[in-house]
């Protein structure tokens, strides 16, 4: 059944990409900007130059309409996941978007773009146009990315530490960095983990099932198809979602089976209609590499860096094999949230990572009782303030 549910939606997507004008980019109702703007909310643009040579956008909520500008804010940063965008944390508007939540309890909210997506298109010196632009994958978002932002917002806010949310690709690049920099554990007061995917061999998603055994070991393909974008978001895209996934549309139905293939089946806390807002601002492009590297993670059961396989490994790494990341020796305040109707962080994984992580790590790991609950709705679920974001936000203020 999934995989006819699946080769439908696909169906579906290359049906309405190739027949609605495909010009890239999305309108000036959609963006972060905008969303933040039309609930009456300041928002900021800020731009960082990472030392690779990629200009990232980040956004940022200063202080709240509701208390105007009322003096010193602790800083809170969220990063978002595979495929995703500042977006992410405001399209619930202030009532369950976490970014607004956060604001209205005190903190100064700044909200990143991994290379490659919609706000984090540019260059020093290479085009989105041209394939070297697309030559990287989630680790370098871990080590150059998350680096040059937070060091960004610690400077400009003149704080010594902040506090982190990520989702999904967001608390992947999260282990990455602390694995790797070590310098941020003085940096980052706690880190606050949604849907956290490191180990990935019990992964339950269709597209991991399909696509992992061919794309999730080093062969041809991969130097074929590889370091190109996937997935952008287009006009078309935008048009979808406000047409043929609007409440009224026969065809939402598709829409809704598009969003449980990539977060999980059958749930219930899907907000119908946001659904045109989503697919208006989701996908917002990353580099196919991303998507190679965790088919890897699938395919292996390791938590381990990309596999050029073992005559490039042995140039890159001094080895055969690719080295794990060394997620034991993080010693950031970690807490995560995780469920059990999740796709690609299946409760055997994230069993794995809590028994990993030291015990003086790791300051709660809170398994949600709702037991439908998918990848995405830790992002745009019915209820989620209730459900989810005022533990999160509890757990920040307790840190």
């Not at 990539?262 to 899907?270: A, D, E, I, R």
Request: glycine share 8%; with cysteine.
């Amino acid at each position: 059944m999934w995989l006819l549910r699946f080769l439908a939606a696909q169906l579906f997507l290359a049906f309405i990409v190739t027949a609605l004008p495909s010009n890239a980019g999305r309108s000036s109702s959609t963006t972060t900007v905008s969303i933040v703007k039309k609930y009456g909310y300041p928002i900021e643009e800020h731009q960082v130059q990472t030392s690779d040579g990629y200009l990232l956008t980040m956004h940022r909520i200063p202080y709240s309409k509701n208390t105007g500008d009322n003096g010193h804010r602790p800083v809170m940063f969220l990063m978002h996941g595979l495929l995703c965008s500042s977006s992410d944390w405001v399209l619930s508007g202030p009532t369950n978007g976490l970014a607004f939540i956060l604001s209205d309890a005190g903190y100064d909210v700044w909200m990143g773009n991994a290379r490659g997506n919609t706000y984090s298109r540019k260059h020093a010196d290479k085009s989105p146009l041209f394939q070297p632009f697309w030559n990287f994958e989630w680790h370098d978002i871990g080590i150059y990315d998350l680096p040059a932002m937070m060091d960004y917002v610690l400077y400009h806010t003149g704080e010594d530490q902040l506090q982190y949310v990520g989702h999904s690709q967001g608390t992947t690049s999260f282990f990455v960095l602390n694995s790797m920099i070590k310098r941020f554990r003085s940096r980052i007061r706690s880190a606050h983990l949604l849907a956290p995917v490191a180990w990935m061999g019990h992964m339950e998603s269709p597209l991991a099932k399909v696509a992992g055994p061919l794309f999730g070991q080093p062969n041809t393909l991969i130097e074929l198809f590889g370091s190109a974008e996937f997935m952008p978001n287009t006009r078309a895209m935008e048009l979808m979602g406000s047409l043929l996934c609007r409440d009224a549309a026969i065809s939402q139905v598709i829409c809704t089976n598009v969003l449980f293939l990539m977060g999980g089946w059958n749930s219930p806390y899907l907000n119908a209609s946001m659904i045109p807002d989503i697919m208006a601002t989701t996908p917002a492009g990353c580099s196919i590499n991303q998507m190679f590297h965790y088919l890897q993670e699938y395919n292996s059961g390791h938590f381990r860096q990309f596999d050029y396989g073992s005559t490039r490994n042995k140039k890159e790494y001094g080895s055969k094999t690719p080295p794990d990341y060394d997620v034991a020796g993080i010693d950031v305040p970690i807490y995560l949230y995780y469920s059990d109707n999740d796709y690609f962080a299946s409760l055997i994984d994230v069993d794995k990572l809590r028994m990993t992580l030291d015990e003086k790590t790791l300051k709660r790991a809170y398994r949600l009782p709702e037991v439908k609950w998918n990848h995405l709705d830790f992002l745009w679920g019915l209820n989620i303030k209730e459900i989810l974001y005022d533990r999160v936000l509890e757990d920040i203020q307790n840190a």
